[in-house]
């Protein structure tokens, strides 16, 4: 399985930016997708969607955001980020679990600047 992050980049507070999870090798149609995002050494979970009903979650500091969404091809999820702050600087990565194992991507990078 591998795992692709882009769609990261630098920009000012206030903008928005969309993010793009794209995986292939999955075989099972049940998956979920997690985003999370590195800053200061820790890592955070920030939204996650649920193959089986596309049910979604957000993380209650980015819930009046970002959103995350199926992709308009097969196998790729958004995350959709509006409103951009400093505290949004990170890296962001996609896992994708497709039973039993976690495959991560290498990450992509958000700065947030003025």
């Known amino acids: 399985v591998q795992v692709v992050e882009s769609g990261g980049g630098l920009v000012q507070p206030g903008q928005a930016l969309r993010l793009s999870c794209t995986f292939s090798g999955v075989t099972s149609s049940h998956y979920r997708v997690k985003w999370f995002r590195e800053r200061r050494g820790r890592r955070e979970l920030v939204a996650m969607i649920e193959s089986s009903n596309w049910l979604t979650k957000i993380e209650a500091p980015v819930k009046d955001r970002f959103t995350i969404s199926r992709g308009d091809v097969e196998n790729s999820v958004f995350l959709q980020m509006n409103n951009l702050n400093f505290e949004d600087t990170a890296k962001y990565f996609c896992?994708?679990?497709?039973?039993?194992?976690?495959?991560w991507g290498q990450g992509t990078q958000v700065t947030v600047s003025s």
């Open positions: 896992s994708v679990w497709a039973g039993p194992n976690d495959y």
